[in-house]
């Protein structure tokens, strides 16, 4: 068995249902420590949802002057969903028909494996290395993620820590390993939509103010509107409402209110500002009496076609004769706190097909490729 599976499996059988780590920073943290790594665990978040962080860095001979690259992710998974429909236990990694089985093998400890892996090779066989090394890593992705990346980079900032590249972890293959590396994530921001009416018999509807009638040309309008045009990295910006309720249930009154849940997934062609603007404009211009509760989600990041996603394009082709391409689909991940204080941030993992399901797995195949390409990165970048 391979470092880099065994290492997979050991943290496969941590159970780290998210805030819970499970004891896979603990682990992770000795094979850095043995090879030259300061290490740092911060606790945070309220008693009812602590979350473990860890922080690892290794200094390079060229000290301050050299590149720093940083591996990121999490530990903690989601939950298992029926244990009954599982072929095995999901904390029982398990190999059958070339496949390693468990919660959390694609999303994401086959990654966080193989960036330990890849930087124990690395450092063994260039113990001088110019670039530093470091490490951040986080149970609180998959929860609310207020207390994991998000404090870590902002404690980062503080202390004056550089950042040159950063590699998370996520899985972004789609059908082969290495066919797509995110190299930056849309934006998201979600808004409640209150729009007010008045309450009345429907058979006396000159007493009252229909908020579902009112807001359905207003509706129209936004599903309508070209919010832009996207750019050579990014689709064009998307509005769409997951949740719409109004009345009492009952079929004989009219709503005093209409409530709607939507969403943008925006690219760098527009803002938060510039899209609460237009969406409160289209409603104001439709008469409406509302109120909106927003909530920003995460600004859209990008990182270009530069050294890091130059160095691991390279890698990918290298290990896996492919030429991967450059993606900002899906949804947010950690990189948008990380961008903050990093230049270039990509994301690069196993095939993404059974995150989140039951009998999460990765091919076995991929396991040692996917360590070789975050080595061969690190060669490229640091050595």
Not at 243 to 248: E, L
Not at 309 to 332: F, V, Y
Request: net charge negative; hydrophobic share 35%.
């Amino acid at each position: 068995m391979s470092a880099a599976l065994e290492l997979t499996e050991a943290l496969i059988a941590c159970r780290s249902v998210t805030p819970a780590d499970g004891g896979c920073q603990e682990l992770i943290a000795k094979r850095l420590q043995a090879i030259g790594f300061h290490t740092e665990s911060v606790v945070s978040g309220p008693d009812n949802f602590q979350v473990t962080n860890l922080w690892a860095i290794k200094k390079g001979s060229a000290g301050d002057e050299g590149k720093v690259l940083m591996f990121a992710g999490h530990t903690d998974v989601v939950p298992t969903g029926p244990l009954e429909k599982w072929e095995s236990d999901p904390f029982t990694p398990t190999i059958r028909d070339g496949m390693l089985y468990g919660r959390g093998a694609a999303d994401m400890k086959t990654s966080l494996a193989g960036f330990v892996v890849a930087t124990e090779e690395f450092v063994i066989t260039h113990p001088n290395h110019k670039g530093s090394i470091a490490f951040l890593i986080t149970s609180d992705e998959e929860g609310p993620a207020n207390d994991g990346t998000v404090i870590m980079c902002d404690r980062l900032q503080k202390h004056g820590q550089r950042l040159d590249y950063c590699v998370i972890g996520e899985p972004t293959s789609v059908d082969q390993l290495g066919d797509m590396i995110k190299n930056g994530r849309r934006g998201s921001l979600s808004g409640k939509l209150r729009v007010k009416g008045i309450q009345a018999h429907i058979a006396y509807p000159h007493l009252g103010e229909n908020p579902i009638h009112l807001s359905a040309p207003a509706i129209q309008a936004l599903v309508d509107t070209e919010w832009d045009q996207g750019n050579e990295y990014f689709q064009p910006t998307s509005f769409q409402i997951s949740n719409i309720h109004a009345g009492t249930g009952a079929n004989n009154v009219i709503p005093g209110e209409l409530t709607i849940d939507f969403n943008f997934r925006f690219s760098t062609e527009s803002t938060p500002e510039s899209l609460r603007s237009r969406l409160e404009q289209i409603l104001t211009a439709a008469g409406l009496q509302f109120e909106i509760d927003w909530v920003l989600g995460g600004s859209p990041f990008i990182t270009g076609d530069g050294a890091l996603a130059g160095a691991l394009r390279k890698a990918i082709k290298s290990e896996t004769k492919l030429n991967t391409e450059l993606s900002t689909t899906g949804g947010t991940s950690d990189g948008r706190f990380i961008a903050k204080i990093c230049k270039e941030v990509v994301e690069f993992g196993p095939l993404n097909a059974t995150s989140h399901k039951i009998n999460e797995c990765v091919i076995i195949d991929d396991v040692v490729p996917l360590k070789n390409i975050y080595r061969k990165t690190l060669e490229q970048l640091v050595a």
